[in-house]
């Protein structure tokens, strides 16, 4: 069946990466991450959220790799910038991943961005992430999801 043209270039990037990783637009939204975990029957910490962050001062562009279950903290991304951060505006996502909000994929970037992962997603056998648009995901391990992103596993979620 023919993808969506933003979900087709998450695919076309998959497989020039050397993985046979699929990409499924389903028939139901998968624009947040209960959604999603909703419609291809997974636990909602297997949902990957891809978030976006800006430096406040140096204005880089940071990607967060985070748990559906956990939300980030903003205070431990800023420890490893080295900068306070805050979350990006949906023009700004836009520009910098080449994506909309709600369909925001793990890969590929209109830039590359500095990338971090949630320690948490590593303890799945799979994890689940948005492939361009709002009805499209792909299964990956957290394995492939770091070799991928080349991100750097922290502990990132907020307490509580
Ligand atoms: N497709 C789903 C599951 S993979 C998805 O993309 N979820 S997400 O969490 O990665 O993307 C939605 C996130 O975008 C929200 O959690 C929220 O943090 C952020 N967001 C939503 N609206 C805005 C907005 N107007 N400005 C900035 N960020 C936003």
């Avoid at 959220?49 to 800023?78: D, H, I, M, P, Y």
């Avoid at 994506?99 to 994890?127: C, S």
């Amino acid at each position: 069946m023919s993808l969506s043209p933003a979900a087709q270039r998450v695919q076309d990037a998959l497989i020039n990466r050397g993985t046979q990783l699929e990409v499924r637009e389903l028939p139901a939204s998968t624009r947040t991450a209960a959604q999603a975990a909703q419609a291809v029957g997974c636990q909602l910490g297997q949902i990957v959220k891809s978030l976006v962050f800006r430096g406040t001062q140096s204005g880089q562009a940071v990607l967060v790799e985070t748990s559906g279950a956990n939300r980030v903290s903003e205070a431990r991304l800023a420890e490893q910038v080295g900068e306070s951060v805050h979350m990006a505006s949906a023009e700004f996502v836009r520009q910098h991943t080449g994506f909309a909000i709600g369909g925001v994929p793990p890969l590929p970037h209109a830039q590359p961005l500095r990338t971090y992962i949630d320690r948490d997603l590593m303890g799945y056998p799979e994890v689940w992430a948005a492939a361009g648009t709002p009805q499209a995901l792909f299964a990956l391990t957290p394995l492939q999801l770091v070799e991928l992103t080349r991100g750097e596993v922290i502990d990132i979620k907020a307490p509580g």
